[in-house]
């Protein structure tokens, strides 16, 4: 299975759903996979850290110590009666000025040449996150509009977080704090103009490497333990 593939199954349902050799996932069974996989991962991810980070070490204190003050978790406007419809309504409304934003943040960076992306979060995602994490309240559900930046230096992420810090409400800082896997990046969420809530993602382009050839890899194994 491969992970990034548009149409491929979410991990997460994968490991819920999925089967082996066409009986249900035995967790004992399919632990030892995921811990070696995972391990891989962590290796992987280290070295791209390092990499990152190589001779920057007043930056990368500067950006572990970023930190926002005020709420752990957004939710967009209209609550509980907010349905599916009024999330993708919103989203669409807002990623036109969220992508403008994104160019702000880009230049303040002073990497003129970041990878800018955008993205929509499809539903089937959003669906699981309802039914697993969020007990089917869709106005928890923040990242359905988001845009992604990757800089090739740590001072040009530093520089694009204080830009964000500025607008943001919540902040998440994954370089402090990296993930069980190893992966490390800054996210942010910030209202637009029409009060849907928004997420922006800043990466390293080495992580970013690594996410995709080695973590990415490690993905696929963990996901064809599941047959």
Not at 36 to 46: A, C, E, R
Request: with cysteine; charged share 30%; aromatic share 8%.
């Amino acid at each position: 299975i491969d992970c990034n593939h548009p149409n491929a199954p979410d991990p997460d349902w994968a490991l819920a759903y999925g089967s082996i050799k066409g009986k249900g996932v035995t967790m004992q069974e399919l632990r030892p996979e995921v811990i070696k996989m995972q391990k891989g991962m962590v290796d992987g991810y280290t070295k791209a850290f390092d990499k990152a980070f190589d001779g920057a070490g007043p930056t990368l204190e500067k950006i572990k110590r970023l930190k926002k003050d005020g709420p752990k978790k957004e939710h967009q406007p209209g609550g509980k009666d907010l349905d599916i419809f009024g999330l993708f309504n919103g989203a669409l409304g807002a990623i036109g000025e969220l992508w403008a934003y994104g160019l702000e943040v880009r230049d303040a960076s002073g990497e003129g040449d970041a990878a800018l992306s955008w993205g929509i979060k499809k539903a089937v995602r959003i669906w699981y996150k309802l039914a697993t994490k969020y007990m089917g309240d869709i106005s928890c559900v923040t990242d359905c509009a988001r845009i992604s930046l990757e800089f090739r230096t740590a001072e040009g992420l530093l520089a694009a977080a204080e830009r964000l810090l500025e607008r943001a409400s919540t902040f998440k800082n994954r370089v402090a704090n990296p993930t069980d896997e190893g992966y490390c990046d800054l996210m942010f969420t910030l209202p637009m103009s029409n009060g849907h809530i928004v997420e922006v993602q800043l990466h390293l382009a080495a992580m970013m490497d690594a996410k995709k050839d080695g973590g990415h890899k490690a993905c696929r194994g963990e996901a064809q333990t599941l047959d």
